[in-house]
C-alpha cells in the first residue's frame, strides 16, 4: 500500500508546465454527482433536502402553503402525509400530489407548487489559486466560472492541469482538464456541480495534491475508463 501511495504521489508530481499524471483528462463517464444537482432555473431544479416549496391547491387552504424538503428527501402535506420530493422537478411535485389528492380527498384538483428558496451548495477550490476557499453556487456553473470565484490562477499555477473530485457512484473519482484549451475553444468547459472538489496544479501546491491522494481511493486513479 505505501509503494502504491508514493507511486501515485510521483504521478501526481508532474512538470508544472504541462498535461501529466494518470488522471485521465475530459472523461466522457466523469457524470453529474451522487448528490441532485441544482440547475439555473427554477423549473429544472431538482429538489434536495433544506429547500422550500409553496403548494397552492385552488380553494383548498389547508392544504396549501410552505413546505421544506426534510432531510429524509420528504414534504409533509396535511391530507396525504409525507410525499417524495426529492430528485423532483416542483412540476413532477406538483403531478405527483395531484395524482395523491385526486385518489383521496379532492376530485380534479388544481395543484401549482412554487419552489421559494433553493438550499446552496458549495465548491471548494485549492491549489494555485489567488483565493482558496469554499465558495457557495445558486446552482450549476461551468469550471472556468469556479476559477473565477477564486479570483483565477495565481503565478506558480499549471494551468494544463486542473483537477475535478467528485462522488459518482458511491465512490470519489477524479478528472483533469486543461483551461488553456477549454479557453481557446479545443475542449468545452465542463459543467461544476454542487459539493466538487477543485485543485489546481502549481510549483506551491504539489503537497495540496499528495493530501487528495491520501484520501481518493487508488482505484478512482487507476482504474479502467
Known sequence: MATALIGAMVVLAGCASKRSGDIPYSRADFVSPDLPRMTSTADEHLLQPGDVVTVNVFQVEAVSGDRQVDQS??????????????????????????????????????????????????????????????????????????????????????????????????????????????????????????????????????QTFRDFVMTVPLLAFFRIF
Open 73 to 206: 428527501g420528504q414534504v409533509q402535506i396535511p391530507l396525504v402525509g409525507a410525499v417524495p420530493a426529492q430528485g423532483k422537478t416542483v412540476k413532477t411535485l406538483a403531478a405527483d400530489l395531484t395524482t395523491r389528492l385526486d385518489a383521496t380527498y379532492l376530485r380534479n384538483p388544481r395543484v401549482e407548487v412554487l419552489l421559494k428558496s433553493a438550499q446552496l451548495r458549495s465548491v471548494t477550490i485549492d491549489g494555485s489559486v489567488k483565493q482558496a476557499g469554499v465558495y457557495p453556487i445558486p446552482g450549476d456553473i461551468t469550471l472556468l466560472q469556479a476559477i473565477a470565484l477564486a479570483r483565477g490562477t495565481d503565478m506558480n499555477a499549471n494551468e494544463k492541469r486542473v483537477v475535478v473530485f467528485r462522488q459518482i457512484e458511491g465512490q470519489r473519482q477524479a478528472a483533469a482538464f486543461d483551461l488553456t484549451t477549454i479557453r481557446n475553444g479545443q475542449d468545452p468547459d465542463p459543467a461544476i456541480h454542487g459539493d466538487d472538489i477543485i485543485v489546481v496544479d502549481g510549483s506551491k501546491s504539489r
